[in-house]
């Protein structure tokens, strides 16, 4: 004779599920993960489980400045082809055209400026980076995936940059024109002396040829003394 559903649903309210028997496992811990902002699947923050004495100094931060710089490298474009040309009649007024001339240029020479100290920052952490993990002793404690990620991402932003630097025709001509502009009118300042250092500087990092890579290197070659 079946059951009514009525009645096996209250024998069933009546049921105790509980044991006498202790809990040997004790309460469970909540295991969090971290996903991190990288293009691998498989990317988790198992920070614990390495040396914290050997933190990256890379950042997500870091790379995102990079990506900037290309951006401002990949849509310069001159500004020497945009700036008036006064005619024979108005070269008295030559000085202040120079001036003016000078005023435009600076503020792109300073994005310029802003990339050449970013890279020599960037190149020094990585370098620092890839020789601490390169050593036989870190290899068991690290890096983690994320950190190679970050490193390799670095790396690829730095020789982006490089190219970008490499092709654009129009920085060294913007830059020649800058430098003949202040030439003409630093004659009426004082204390130049660190802006045509500051300026020399820039005309190398600008004129040589790979000279993100070749700074990397430099500073991987530094690393690997201090650490040595």
Known sequence: MAIPVEEAIAALSTFSLEDEQPDVQGLAVLLSIERCATSSPIDIVLGDCFDSSMLSLIDNTLIHEGKEMASVLYTYRSCVKALPQLPDSMKHNQTDLYVETYHVLDLEMNRLREIQRWQASAASKLAVDMQRFSRPERLINGPTTTHFWSM???????????????????I?????????????????????????????????????????????????????????
Not at 152 to 170: E, G, T
């Open 152 to 170: 390799l991402k670095l790396l690829d932003v730095l020789v982006q940059l490089d190219h970008l630097k490499n092709a654009k025709a129009s």
């Open 172 to 228: 060294p001509n913007d830059f020649s024109w800058y430098k003949r502009t202040f030439t003409q009118i630093s004659i009426q300042w004082q204390e130049t002396d660190s802006m045509r250092e500051e300026m020399d500087d820039l005309q190398i990092f600008l004129s040589t040829r790979w000279a993100i890579l070749l700074n990397l290197h430099a500073e991987m070659f530094l690393a690997n003394t201090m650490i040595l």
